[in-house]
């Protein structure tokens, strides 16, 4: 894997890599550096992820997915499932690299590092099967009392239904809704960090 520089203070003009606009000198920019390749400048406003200065395909999906998940995917019930399904996109990749690679390499060092890949993202598949329902408990836990009688858990699902049907609005829904996207983003934060890349 490559490295990412942040300059301060160019000192030429360069042209962006993804948008193409010029960034004039004396301007900030970002420098991706990875041998044998020509490094990679972006502007400020693109920016430049470590993920993106890489050879290895792998890294970039994996990395990709772990850093913009949450642009990617609206956090929501079922997101975990999206991501779990993109994870098991990456996998596959795997397997069929695995699966043809030479019976003498699978025992190797290449062949071992695609197990090890392998089982890793199959652990995070795994792992992204959330109850809702739990999640939905969990964060009315977060609320004042005053909010929890407005959304009682005897009826936390159906409370869900209308507010994601109807919009309800109010407050402790507004707080309820908050709770809820940030313990699925949390869970699937840590799911994701789990993975090497």
């Known amino acids: 894997m490559g490295k990412v520089q942040?300059?301060?203070?160019?000192?030429?003009?360069y042209t962006c890599g993804k948008?193409?606009?010029?960034?004039?000198?004396?301007?900030?920019?970002?420098?991706?550096i990875l041998n044998f390749y020509p490094p990679i400048i972006r502007c400020g406003d693109c920016g430049l992820k470590s993920y993106e200065v890489t050879g290895s395909e792998y890294s970039r999906a994996v990395g990709e997915l772990v850093?913009?998940?949450?642009?990617?995917?609206?956090?929501e019930e079922g997101v975990w499932e999206s991501v779990a399904?993109?994870?098991?996109?990456i996998y596959d990749g795997v397997?069929?690299?695995?699966?043809?690679?030479?019976?003498?390499?699978k025992e190797g060092s290449s062949g071992?590092?695609?197990?090890e890949r392998m089982d890793e993202l199959q652990g995070a598949i795994d792992e992204l099967d959330f109850d809702f329902e739990g999640i939905l408990s969990e964060a009315v836990d977060e609320l004042d009392e005053e909010e929890r009688e407005v959304?009682?858990?005897?009826?936390?699902?159906?409370a869900w239904q209308r507010y994601s049907a109807d919009g309800c609005e109010g407050e402790a829904f507004e707080h309820w809704k908050e709770a809820v996207e940030g313990i699925i983003e949390n869970r699937i934060d840590d799911v994701l960090g789990e993975l090497s890349w």
């Open 6 to 13: 942040y300059i301060k203070k160019s000192r030429k003009a």
């Open 19 to 32: 948008c193409r606009q010029t960034i004039p000198a004396g301007s900030p920019y970002y420098r991706g």
């Open 67 to 75: 850093e913009n998940w949450a642009e990617t995917y609206a956090i």
């Open 85 to 89: 399904e993109a994870l098991q996109e």
């Open 95 to 105: 397997e069929e690299r695995y699966e043809n690679i030479p019976e003498g390499l």
């Open 112 to 115: 071992e590092l695609l197990q």
């Open 151 to 158: 959304i009682t858990v005897c009826e936390l699902n159906e």
